[in-house]
């Protein structure tokens, strides 16, 4: 497809640039290649660059493809560098570089105590390890590692608070799975950098006077705990509670597990999911309500970086998840466009926040809130005008009705295969639900927003809070019910990798069949579908 005379691949150059990215992430990860490999093609890459920069002007547009190799194969060796960089053991101060069970830690406390069935949980991060030294005298090792402690609720110490610095004397224990919860609970935690745990008693560690607290963390943690104390407030009904926390702030603690697995169940788990749709209409709400400083020339530039700071300040309280991230980022380059005055491709910027993001943190690649978020997003971008546009209602209320499935269908197009690699289900009855959910929590969102506006105002406040509670007790009624349709959700769908990945290809060899009638389209998919069940015959034999 061209637009203007140019190929539309070609008005996306971050796209080229995420594949080299990504590329070098996926050698590193599998290969594991000496740091020496990296710089080998880092090498290449930039004597190819300089060779054809040296060329006279009349050869250059003969080896013009020279300057993208170099480009390409300097970006992938900083994908292979970054993993390599980011991989724990190759830290000179990481914990487990130097940890011996029986040394004694000093650990920080990097959020304040969350409250579990029969303990207290919270992330510390292991700052220092006492080892022996010469002669009877032992040093403090400065070291790197987080890890998560469990405190007794029956003998916990009264003090601990985030920034608290801890004495610990008890053994860490590696993270193990839970063969039961049919999740890889220990992959999971590796890749946030955590690879221990420990369970305290009060004999097992000792508080120290000082904290270290950082300001900025602090203040949101305050600010958590001020969401958090006025929906407990004026909400009545813990459910109803932990399900606005969940939906604004991303805090789950307090949200009831059945209820939980009824979201997963009807396709809708991404409303309580702090994710881009949030972002997307916090943003919505502060382009109208910022509308009339554009008119204003003085200040009207004041308007994009007020939306700027302000939905960055709200991913931060959020926790700052991968799927935020990305919407923070995507939504950040279009601000700056609007503050230049330029438009720039979507799916450029779609892709230009994927490769910020893996370049600041490349295990992102491996999160599953990552992977669904942007698949979501690219199958909108690509297949949301061909669907919308596939039939035509005059009627406008039945047009916009047709939008709405039609946004709900295209996002799920990407999120299909994945959603069957890493659920094993997949809720056949996701149209229904998001039809009536996604609006009603919209209407939730917004009126929690207005709930802590009106907070110091407690006649108005209580009003706001039980309409809240009254949405949210037919959002959960609808979707429980829903979930108890017999056939709501197919479980036991176990498609391997290589499964996965065909799956994807018969999906794209029909999008090119029906988006732009070629017949090849229709052949490949057909080939995809053959190889289905031979990979799956493979994977049982195997």
């Avoid at 020496?36 to 890459?45: E, P, S």
């Avoid at 011996?100 to 303990?119: F, M, W, Y």
């Avoid at 610095?165 to 008890?170: F, G, I, N, R, V």
């Avoid at 813990?238 to 009824?262: C, F, P, W």
């Amino acid at each position: 497809m061209k637009r203007y005379g140019i190929p539309a691949w070609k008005q996306c150059p971050f796209l080229r640039l995420l594949m080299a990215l990504i590329t070098g992430i996926i050698i590193q990860d599998i290969i594991h290649p000496t740091w020496m490999i990296a710089g080998l093609l880092a090498a290449t890459g930039a004597c190819l660059f300089l060779f054809y920069q040296l060329l006279p002007v009349t050869k250059k547009f003969r080896f013009r493809k020279a300057a993208g190799i170099a480009v390409h194969l300097l970006i992938l060796s900083a994908g292979m560098t970054s993993f390599y960089l980011h991989e724990w053991q190759n830290r000179p101060n990481w914990l487990g570089n130097h940890y011996h069970p029986g040394d004694t830690l000093i650990a920080v406390l990097q959020e304040p105590l969350v409250e579990k069935r029969r303990s207290f949980k919270a992330l510390t991060t292991i700052t220092h390890v006492q080892q022996p030294g010469a002669g009877k005298v032992n040093r403090w090792k400065k070291v790197q590692g987080d890890v998560l402690l469990y405190f007794k609720k029956e003998d916990l110490h009264h003090g601990l608070v985030y920034g608290s610095q801890l004495l610990l004397y008890k053994t860490l224990q590696p993270i193990t799975n839970d063969a039961r919860a049919g999740f890889d609970y220990r992959k999971y935690c590796a890749s946030q950098g955590i690879h221990y745990q420990a369970f305290l008693s009060s004999h097992d560690y000792e508080l120290l006077n000082n904290t270290l607290a950082e300001p900025v963390t602090n203040m949101l943690f305050r600010v958590r705990d001020f969401v958090i104390h006025t929906f407990r407030t004026y909400i009545n009904g813990h459910t109803e509670a932990g399900v606005a926390e969940a939906l604004l702030i991303g805090y789950r603690n307090d949200l009831d597990k059945e209820l939980m697995q009824s979201y997963s169940n009807t396709g809708v788990v991404h409303i309580i999911a702090i994710s881009g749709m949030h972002l997307g209409m916090i943003y919505g709400l502060l382009v109208f309500l910022l509308k009339p400083l554009r008119a204003v020339p003085a200040i009207g530039r004041i308007a994009p970086l007020l939306v700027f700071c302000t939905l960055w300040g709200f991913s931060l309280l959020a926790g700052a998840g991968a799927s935020i991230l990305r919407s923070a980022v995507t939504f950040s380059f279009i601000l700056v466009g609007d503050l230049m005055g330029k438009k720039g491709h979507s799916l450029n910027s779609l892709a230009a926040s994927a490769f910020c993001l893996l370049v600041y943190n490349p295990f992102f690649l491996w999160d599953i809130g990552f992977q669904l978020s942007y698949s979501a997003v690219l199958g909108i971008l690509l297949f949301l005008q061909p669907l919308y546009k596939s039939i035509h209602f005059e009627n406008k209320l039945l047009d916009q009705l047709w939008k709405l499935h039609a946004i709900t269908l295209a996002a799920q197009i990407l999120t299909f295969p994945l959603l069957l690699y890493h659920f094993h289900q997949f809720p056949t009855l996701f149209l229904f639900s998001n039809f009536f959910a996604v609006p009603l929590s919209g209407l939730i969102l917004y009126g929690c927003l207005f709930l802590l506006l009106v907070a110091p105002l407690p006649v108005l406040a209580s009003c706001t809070g039980k309409i809240i509670c009254w949405l949210i007790f037919q959002l959960n009624t609808l979707i429980t019910r829903t979930d108890n349709i017999p056939f709501a959700v197919i479980h036991n769908l176990d498609p391997g990798l290589w499964q996965t990945i065909v799956l994807y290809g018969c999906i794209a060899a029909l999008a090119w069949w029906l988006m732009h009638r070629k017949p090849q389209g229709l052949l490949w998919a057909m080939v995809c579908l053959v190889l289905l069940p031979l990979f799956r015959l493979l994977s049982l034999v195997l």
